[in-house]
């Protein structure tokens, strides 16, 4: 194996370029090694088809922030692993973005504790336990995406909140991905963790919720206020600690919140976590299930709507949100021969089967006083 210049390449650059070398080797016989500007070009031959390397070295390449490209040049063929064009995060961002969250849901919250806001604002600070029980949820959710993500190799962002003046104070939160998706472990990961430890959180926000007493106060005529129905795992909860009040904490809304978004983003469809889960365990054939989930969602909506005599436009919106969706397809991960082991795929059942302990046919009913 030769290496151009190899006196400008440092100590941790040759233990890299080594490591791809032994990566490549089975694959392609090695003439020479050339690095430049960050790259590794091997030239050589390859000893199996190309698309054996791709599928077979893609993804290790990937989870180290390479790209793998192969082409010929002047009738010698080429192995590139050039680095991945990483932008500079902005950090202040999520920074500024999580200050607002912090004040729409505080504000929110306060009105929750029947705080008036607009005419006494030091009372917004009332509203502090639901800032920090729906940020953490929320939070927390994303942060189990960032971490099975780094864990993979794969480049993510921090989470980003979504201030907006809801009766929540937020949309939820986000995170970036940035590159490709290396193999289907690494995508189921990534799919399930956000939903479970969001899941632990919400559970762990709701009991603090339920030990707490409900907030009694008189709302003003015309207020608007909202009628929930307990999904299976809040009721569960609320039998455990002995709750059976009418009203529940605002703290407990928040894990209430938290089951309802984990619920959301388990449905086996496009690019939502249950999507990804769905398409990592199935592969191509998810796609199946995720152009048939519209149809579902619309006809537990017109089950709602004219047998139950519900509101059921919520699940009409996510019937046509899921449309677009499935429409859009999903990506394919750069490794995608090999299948999950069983106790993935088992970890996949009980997360869709966690999923469904969090729906209600009608989660919520909005009433005026």
């Known amino acids: 194996m030769g290496l151009k210049r190899k006196s400008s390449v440092d100590p941790q650059v040759k233990q890299l370029i080594d490591w791809m070398y032994l990566q490549v080797s089975p694959f392609f016989r090695v003439y020479e090694v050339n690095y430049h500007a960050g790259s590794v070009y091997f030239y050589g031959m390859s000893r199996v088809s190309r698309k054996v390397i791709q599928e077979s070295l893609t993804a290790q390449f990937a989870s180290r922030g390479y790209n793998l490209d192969i082409e010929s040049k002047l009738g010698e063929e080429v192995i590139a692993a050039i680095p991945f064009k990483q932008g500079k995060d902005r950090i202040w961002i999520n920074v500024v973005l999580a200050i607002a969250t912090f004040f729409t849901t505080m504000f929110a919250g306060a009105s929750m504790f029947g705080a008036d806001v607009i005419a006494d604002p030091i009372s917004a600070f009332e509203g502090l336990p639901f800032t920090i029980a729906i940020m953490g949820v929320l939070g927390s959710h994303e942060m189990g995406h960032y971490l099975a993500a780094r864990r993979h190799g794969m480049k993510t962002s921090l989470p980003y909140f979504i201030p907006f003046p809801s009766i929540i104070g937020t949309m939820g939160a986000v995170i970036k991905h940035k590159g490709m998706i290396p193999d289907r472990k690494s995508l189921f990961d990534v799919a399930v963790s956000g939903p479970l430890v969001g899941l632990v959180a919400s559970v762990i926000v709701t009991i603090i919720g339920l030990m707490q007493p409900p907030v ?154």
């Not at 199946?288 to 519900?310: D, F, K």
Request: glycine share 12%; with cysteine; hydrophobic share 55%.
């Open 216 to 369: 009694e106060f008189s709302p003003l005529p015309g207020s608007i206020m909202i009628d929930l129905q307990m999904p299976p795992l809040f009721a569960f909860l609320q039998w455990l600690m002995g709750s059976s009040g009418q009203t529940i904490h605002p703290v407990a809304f928040a894990g209430w919140v938290g089951m309802f978004v984990t619920l959301l983003n388990l449905l086996p469809s496009g690019q939502l976590d249950g999507g990804h889960a769905m398409r990592a365990m199935l592969g191509e054939k998810a796609k199946y299930i995720s152009s048939t989930m519209p149809v579902v969602l619309g006809l537990i909506a017109i089950y709602i709507g004219n047998v139950m005599g519900q509101n059921a436009g919520i699940w009409f919106f996510w019937a046509i949100l899921l449309f677009l969706f499935a429409a859009a397809g999903h990506p394919r991960p750069m490794e995608d021969r090999h299948e999950l082991g069983s106790r993935r795929m088992l970890l996949g059942i009980v997360t869709f089967v966690l999923g469904l302990l969090c729906f209600t046919p009608v989660p919520f009913t909005v009433v005026t006083v």
